[in-house]
């Protein structure tokens, strides 16, 4: 089946401006995470979803970044009043729950460039 | 605080054996994954352990160390198609949070 969508692939922003990016999940995973990696460097957990519990925000740099997920499909990670700090790739993952699911199955990513 | 320690590049030619290591101090434990991604491309999964031990998938294994707070990623017969980053990643809550290290470049030479 399709795997992990993620639009648009490329957005170069004006600084200031919002953001909006959006992650396609496979197909009955029930967990969906975002990270962000900056150029050359690991990846950085920005945000966790687990089906309907609360998601695990812990890794939002700041409160101009969120996201939101409509039950187990689409979600969307919004940064507000970019800042040129926020350029880089964000990666949307996800992964089937259950014993032996570890596998986290991620989308080709997203380049956010601020000028 | 938390953190995952891999080296930062490792060369070698084709044909060799690489062993790229992971230290762990994290607030939690249950598992440690390794991904590969090429420049440009998404990470993809290779392993996954949770018990202490080796699991071997092909030219590829992965070892666990859980007293030791450590694990390793062996390549074995090393192709050019092998040159790409390697992340460790530490499953650190039964909710599903992984943390993962910052990567190893592995440069595989002709």
């Known amino acids: 089946g399709a795997g992990v969508s993620q639009s648009p692939s490329n957005k170069v922003t004006e600084k200031g401006k919002d953001v909006e990016l959006r992650c396609d999940p496979i197909s009955g995973h029930t967990a969906l995470y975002w990270y962000r990696q900056r150029l050359g460097q690991g990846l950085e957990f920005l945000i966790y979803f687990q089906g309907n519990s609360a998601p695990d925000k812990s890794g939002l740099p700041s409160d101009r970044f969120s996201a939101e997920r409509t039950g187990e499909s689409v979600s969307t990670l919004t940064i507000q009043r970019t800042q040129q700090e926020d350029s880089a790739v964000y990666l949307c993952?996800?992964?089937?729950?259950?014993?032996?699911?570890?596998?986290?199955?991620f989308g080709p990513g997203t380049r956010l460039t601020v000028t | 605080g938390q953190s995952l320690e891999q080296p930062s590049e490792v060369t070698a030619v084709e044909g060799a054996i690489v062993q790229i290591n992971c230290t762990y101090q994290?607030?939690?434990?249950?598992?440690l994954s390794w991904y590969q991604q090429h420049d440009g491309g998404a990470p993809t999964f290779l392993s996954y352990?949770?018990?202490?031990g080796l699991e071997e998938t092909g030219r590829f294994s992965s070892f666990l160390s859980r007293s030791d707070s450590y694990g390793y990623l062996l390549l074995q017969e090393l192709q050019m198609k092998d040159s790409a980053s390697y992340f460790c990643a530490v499953l650190t809550d039964s909710w599903g949070k992984f943390q993962f290290g910052a990567g190893t470049q592995v440069v595989v030479t002709p």
């Open positions: 352990n949770a018990l202490d």
């Open positions: 993952a996800s992964r089937r729950t259950g014993t032996g699911a570890y596998e986290q199955y």
């Open positions: 994290t607030s939690g434990f249950y598992g």
